[in-house]
């Protein structure tokens, strides 16, 4: 872990009217426990949780409290959460992964064609 080339954008007091944590709602009480009110305080806080069953844990409802919002995958997670969330729970979708075209590809998906065919014949 010696990259630091991220280090100059890390901050302990966020800048922005809107904070979306991408963690586990367990993990809620951790980072409060830790930041405090300083980066919750006079801000938007959104959560952007995963839950990969039907039941929502409740021993994680703690998590809602530092929320007005919780954002979802998918219909089954915003399914869960929202029956015990006492927060909006909104399904926004995963974000889609990046493709680039100037990337150099070690796979030429037109001989994975030619040498099935040659294999056939």
Excluded at 4 to 33: C, G, L, R
Excluded at 45 to 54: D, F, Q, T
Excluded at 84 to 113: E, R, T, Y
Aim: hydrophobic share 40%; net charge negative.
């Amino acid at each position: 872990m010696s990259d630091t080339t991220w280090v100059h954008k890390e901050t302990v007091q966020p800048s922005f009217d809107v904070n979306i944590f991408h963690i586990n709602a367990e993990q809620m009480t951790e980072i409060y426990a830790y930041f405090g009110n300083r980066i919750f305080d006079g801000r938007y806080n959104i959560g952007y949780w995963h839950w990969e069953l039907s039941d929502f844990p409740d021993i994680w409802l703690d998590g809602f409290s530092f929320l007005q919002e919780v954002w979802v995958p998918s219909t089954f997670v915003a399914d869960s959460i929202a029956l015990k969330s006492p927060v909006p729970v909104v399904k926004i979708g995963s974000s889609p992964l990046a493709m680039f075209s100037d990337q150099n590809c070690s796979i030429n998906f037109q001989k994975i064609f030619e040498n099935r065919t040659r294999e056939l014949v």
